[in-house]
């Protein structure tokens, strides 16, 4: 679009976008977790740290609740000044706490990758989760126990792989 390379920087930083997803996302996302309802049945199950360790609780993705937390910061502005991460990351951070600490569930995360350059000697990338920024993938692996790379080697068959050097995984006994 010829206004992104017309705008200066103030600009581009009050440009909207009149397609962004709602802002909303994440209050509901919270809201949900206080009193998780199975929305096929209608049954109520409460809050999801009231629960116990016979719960094993998907949340698919990390990607989709990052996106939901910048929409609450940044609703539907295009650009983002750099320093304004610092809110969105903490915010997704605590959650993770939560999810992975303080909750008495069991909890499954999936996350799509970005690939970063990690060696500019060899040109080697390693994938990481995706999320809010750059700053936290080298932060993310700590919240949890486990960090599995799905593969797939063609459209009939997935793989995991636990023991990869070019991503961001923990080596555990898991099959």
Aim: glycine fraction near 6%.
């Amino acid at each position: 679009s010829t206004a992104v390379v017309s705008n200066d920087e103030a600009g581009q930083l009050a440009w909207r976008d009149k397609d962004r997803k709602s802002s909303l996302g994440f209050q509901n996302f919270l809201k949900f977790l206080k009193n998780m309802t199975d929305d096929r049945t209608g049954e109520q199950f409460g809050s999801i740290d009231k629960m116990d360790d016979s719960w094993i609780v998907v949340f698919d993705s990390l990607t989709t609740i990052s996106e939901m937390i910048q929409a609450e910061y940044w609703g539907a502005r295009v650009a983002v000044d750099a320093r304004e991460y610092s809110g969105p990351q903490s915010k997704l951070t605590t959650l993770l706490s939560g999810m992975c600490w303080e909750w008495p569930v069991n909890v499954i995360v999936t996350a799509h990758t970005d690939e970063r350059e990690t060696s500019p000697k060899s040109g080697v990338y390693k994938k990481f989760p995706r999320s809010i920024g750059a700053k936290l993938k080298d932060e993310l692996g700590q919240y949890f126990d486990d960090i599995v790379l799905q593969k797939r080697p063609n459209k009939d068959k997935f793989e995991w792989d636990n023991g990869t050097i070019m991503a961001a995984v923990k080596f555990r006994d898991l099959p």
